[in-house]
Each structure stands twice: as structure tokens, then as C-alpha cells.
């Protein structure tokens, strides 16, 4: 196995019996960016001097005995995570040269476990799109094929592990911007229960529904990453005093006593919606025989609110992102548009130079529907509904253990192809966005390819802070299914 195809655990393990330094693997790992990332486009920053200086500490670490828990291991971050002495761009012109003073808790919690940072990565503009096309710097390309998106919003980080670039990395998922573009790159996302993760640190889209949470190679590197990243921190308000379990104990469970006894619930109206991809439908309906043959009871259960989760999610996330934004006006940090008449003609000049179009789209819809005789109507109708697709997801788990789902009704599309269709790309998040309505746990892992050789990720949905069941079906589905490749051919 070559450098850039080794799994989180392989290099851990490289590393432990010294076969392998950290240096060496960081060296391969940089010149392979070097090598292809001007096609992938996947970083907006690599720190070639921090990482290798990292590296050879990490090595030194080794020497001496003093090995924790990602010691040596190259990672990569999402550019909305803000790290000290590192630009953080959230992939918009209005921070394009902003270095934050201080680290986010989960890039503070990996430094302290020993990972090397290796860079940031490439994102539609504050995470706001389903294809890193909205980004203002670059355009992401899925490493499978040059021509098709790789997803988003966490695009950059999901083509950098798939490209091999890195053996892990962080994502940001809002409404599914870490299990979408995991599944279409071929790699597990996992996004956390809301609150697992500390938000501190986390450039804001929707404050009630962003979530930190890793994407790897294989399904035990996620759980290895949140044995790391997960606690409750008290520099974030929203962070949850729940106990963080080992999550690799999920493995030791599945091999003793694979899935017998497990409930898996499939929603009548996810087999119902319009539009799902025959590509798609066939990975599904496989993925369903598998957890079968695995030993998995299946179930038929009803999520009646289905068709308002769309709807609802759209009115609620641009809300809450209408009002974080406000801050970017130009005064305090950031772009600042030059050769303006007064402090109001500056606010409108900056904002308008600053912001790319689909954020500009999402900051109208949410303070119109923030404004004065609108709120009732559209911000506090979408809770409401917000609230019954939570009961929805507590009376499903009240009779399975977890539930299966397409990532996305269809492969990716190509580069180009859906950016002037804004209504589309909110309907590929049909799947994906509910996990984020009710706070719950989702996974996606490989599952199959499209008749065009793109891969297609399947997903499940636990019950809040159930990630290890989560854990325990996503390894067992990857130690039964067989795909014909793991990496693209770069």
C-alpha cells in the first residue's frame, strides 16, 4: 500500500512500529498535492514549512514513546474552521487575506492529539451550496472525474482524502455538506448528534444546525477522529454534557455479534420521492439485501413531514444565516470596499463586492422572511415544522435501531451543469437535510458506482448521540460489500 492510500489506522500503526516516519508520509503526502492538485483543486491554503516542522515534532514524539492518539497523521481542514497564523477564507472575497489569533477547539483537539495540519480546504462560499462550485476562489473537481462536482459544501475536504492528499479531514455539515460530497468522492462522512462537536472555532452558516464531524478513508478512521474531536466545551453554549464513549468499541461489538438483533427503518417516503436515479435506486435496493444478509431486521416506517423538510429548511437556514453574516461589514476585519461616500455606502459596496451571488440569495431570503410582519409567517411556521419532523425521527427510533436512506437522489453532476439552477441543487439535499432538522447522527459509506463509474454512498440516521450504532452498521456493510475500486486513478 502506497503512502497515499493508507488509512488513518494503517499509518497509526506505520508509524507505532516505526516502518514509517511522519516526516516521510508528510513529504509523500505534499508532493503528491503538488503533483495533481492543480486539476483537483481541493486546498485553498497548504502549509508546506507548519506541516513538515509538525511532522518532524510528531517524530521526535514517536522516539521518545510519547505516541497519542493521531501522532504523525497528516490532516486536513475545512476552510471555515479558524486556525491561528493560517488564513481561514471561508471560500469568499470578503475574509480572502483574514488570519485568525486564536484555533477553533476541534483544530486545538487534534494539535493536541498529534495530527499534522496540512492544509485547508477548498468550499462553496460559507458553506452555502451542494457542489463547491460557489466558491470565490477555485472550483473543486471530483477526483473520479475531472468533469463532475465533487459535492459540497465540504467538497475540498472530501476530494483531498479521496485524492489521497491526506489520510483524513474535517467537514462542516449544515443540511448534509459532509455525507453528500463524502458519497459522491467515494469516502465515509459522518456528521455528529448536534452538540458532540464544540461549534467554537466554526465560522457560522445556521448556528441551530451546523455540525463538525470528520471524512475518511474507511469507517474506523471516523470513529478514531471522534474519539478525538468529540467533548463538551464550555468556550461553546451549544456544546452537550454528554459523556463521549469509545467509539471504536462499535467494531468489537459488530465482530462478537454482527448486526443480530439490529432494526433498520426504511422510510415509505424516501422510496416515494420523484426524480431518485436508477444508478441510485440500484445501490439502495443492494445495500438493503446486504444489512439483511448482515442479520439486520428490516422494517417499513412512516416520517409523515417528509415533503415540508425541504421547504422548511430553506426558510430556517437562510434566517439564521442572514443574521450571522451582518457581521461581515467591512469595519471590523475582512474585505473592505474602497472610495466610498459614507459608513451605509461602504456597508452596501462591501457586501455587494464581498459576497458571491448564492450567499446574496441566502441573507435576502432569510431577512425577508425575518422582517416585520413576515416572521410568523414563514420563520416561525418553519420551527413548528421543524418541531413535528423531530417527533417524526423520536417515533421511528422507537421501533429501529437506525434508519437507511440514499445520500442523494443522484450521482454527481457535472461541473457546470445545475450551477443557474439554484431550486435543483436545494432538492439533491432531500436525504440529508432531515438529520440536520431533528439533530440526529448520519453516516454515509461506499456503496456502489453509477453506470458511469462515480461512486454512490449510502446513509443511516441514528437516534441523538447513537453514533455507535452508526458505527457498528456503516463497518459492517464496508467488511460486506465488495466495490471493484477504493481510489481514483489521479
Known amino acids: 500500500m502506497t503512502y497515499h492510500e493508507l488509512t488513518i489506522s494503517n499509518a497509526l500503526a ?32 497548504v502549509d508546506e514549512d507548519m506541516a513538515m516542522a509538525c511532522a518532524q515534532k510528531a517524530d521526535q514524539k514517536i522516539a521518545k514513546g510519547q505516541m497519542a492518539a493521531l501522532t504523525g497523521v497528516p490532516i486536513a481542514l475545512k476552510d471555515l474552521l479558524c486556525t491561528r497564523g493560517m488564513k481561514t477564507t471561508c471560500g469568499s472575497k470578503i475574509l480572502n487575506n483574514f488570519v485568525p489569533e486564536y484555533d477553533g477547539t476541534v483544530v486545538s483537539k487534534l494539535k493536541d492529539a498529534g495530527a499534522v495540519i496540512i492544509g485547508k480546504t477548498n468550499l462553496d462560499e460559507f458553506a452555502m451550496g451542494s457542489s463547491t462550485e460557489n466558491s470565490s476562489i477555485k472550483v473543486t473537481a471530483n477526483p473520479w472525474n475531472t468533469d463532475y462536482v465533487p459535492g459540497g459544501s465540504s467538497g475540498g475536504s ?24 463524502a458519497s459522491h ?57 454528554v459523556a463521549v464513549p469509545d467509539f471504536t468499541k462499535a467494531f468489537d461489538q459488530f465482530d462478537a455479534e454482527g448486526l443480530k ?12 420521492v420523484a426524480g431518485i436515479d436508477p444508478d441510485v435506486e440500484k445501490v439502495f435496493l443492494n445495500a438493503k439485501q446486504i444489512f439483511k444478509d448482515l442479520g439486520a431486521e428490516i422494517t417499513e416506517i412512516s416520517l409523515p413531514h417528509t415533503e415540508y423538510v425541504v421547504a422548511a429548511y430553506y426558510i430556517i437556514a437562510p434566517c439564521e444565516a442572514s443574521s450571522n453574516l451582518a457581521r461581515f461589514d467591512g469595519v471590523k476585519y475582512g474585505f473592505r470596499h474602497e472610495g466610498t461616500d459614507d459608513l451605509i455606502d461602504m456597508y452596501k459596496k462591501t457586501k455587494s463586492k464581498g459576497f458571491g451571488a448564492e450567499v446574496k440569495r441566502r441573507i435576502l431570503i432569510g ?45 454527481a453532476f457535472k461541473i457546470g451543469e445545475n450551477v443557474d439552477d439554484p431550486l435543483t441543487m436545494y432538492l ?17 459509506v461506499p456503496a456502489g458506482y453509477s453506470s458511469n463509474g462515480l461512486p454512490v454512498g449510502i446513509q443511516m440516521m441514528a437516534n441523538r448521540f447513537d453514533e455507535n450504532s452508526l458505527l457498528r452498521a456503516g463497518y459492517g456493510f464496508e467488511k460486506a460489500v465488495h466495490l471493484e475500486k477504493r481510489f481514483p486513478e489521479l
Open 14 to 45: 506505520l508509524l507505532s512500529d516505526r516502518k514509517i516516519t511522519s516526516t516521510e508520509l508528510t513529504r509523500a503526502l505534499l508532493d503528491r498535492i503538488k503533483q495533481h492538485d492543480d486539476r483537483i483543486k481541493a486546498f485553498i491554503t
Open 158 to 181: 472530501a476530494a483531498a482524502v479521496a485524492a489521497g492528499f491526506c489520510c483524513g479531514s474535517l467537514g462542516t455539515d449544515t443540511g448534509g455538506s459532509i455525507r453528500q460530497p
Open 185 to 241: 468522492c467515494g469516502v465515509v462522512g459522518l456528521k455528529p448528534t448536534y452538540g458532540r462537536v464544540s461549534r467554537f472555532g466554526l465560522v457560522s452558516y445556521a448556528s441551530s444546525l451546523d455540525q463538525i464531524g470528520p471524512i475518511t478513508k474507511d469507517v474506523k478512521d471516523a470513529a478514531l477522529m471522534m474519539n478525538v474531536i468529540c467533548g463538551n466545551d464550555k468556550k461553546d453554549s451549544t456544546s452537550a454534557r
Open 261 to 272: 438483533g439490529m432494526s433498520i427503518g426504511i422510510p415509505g417516503e424516501y422510496l416515494s
Open 367 to 411: 431577512t425577508y422572511a425575518l422582517s416585520a410582519g413576515y416572521y410568523d409567517a414563514y420563520y416561525g411556521r418553519a420551527s413548528q415544522v421543524r418541531t413535528l419532523i423531530m417527533e417524526d425521527f423520536a417515533n421511528a427510533f422507537k421501533t429501529c435501531d437506525f434508519i437507511l436512506s440514499p445520500v442523494a437522489p443522484a450521482p
Open 428 to 444: 439533491s439535499d432531500i436525504f440529508t437535510l432531515s438529520a440536520n432538522m431533528a439533530a440526529i447522527p448520519g453516516i454515509s
